[in-house]
């Protein structure tokens, strides 16, 4: 059975960082591709940035502006979120998930699994 667990997430002030994490467990991942969303209250979920578990490319959301890094640590099953100078707009639960699809990351209806998620709070 697919677990997907996030853990990290906090209150910051913004310019700050948090660094979450996703740990994978129950399957192998080499053919799926492992990705952050993120749902702020009265929004929509929204695509963050995805990593290729074989091969470690990554794609992002424009709106990211380069301050987030996402990566996969093939030996620990993890993926990670580095958020660096956080703004207040980041607030939202942001979710691991996990997709089989090769096209169309930031679709979340291309994931099969979803952790629970962990909240990003950011204040001015």
């Known amino acids: 059975q697919v677990r997907l667990v996030e853990s990290g997430g906090g209150s910051v002030q913004a310019g700050g960082f948090l660094r979450l994490s996703c740990e994978a467990s129950g399957h192998t991942f080499n053919d799926y591709r492992m990705a952050w969303f993120r749902k702020a209250p009265g929004k929509e979920r929204k695509f963050v940035a995805a990593?290729?578990?074989?091969?470690?490319?990554?794609s992002y959301d424009d709106s990211i502006e380069d301050r987030f890094t996402i990566s996969r640590d093939k030996i620990k099953n993890t993926i990670s979120l580095q958020m660096n100078f956080l703004k207040p707009e980041d607030t939202a639960t942001y979710y691991c998930a996990a997709s089989q699809s090769e096209v169309e990351l930031w679709d979340g209806a291309r994931y099969d699994y979803w952790g629970q998620g962990t909240q990003v709070t950011v204040s001015t």
């Open positions: 990593v290729d578990w074989r091969s470690g490319r990554t």
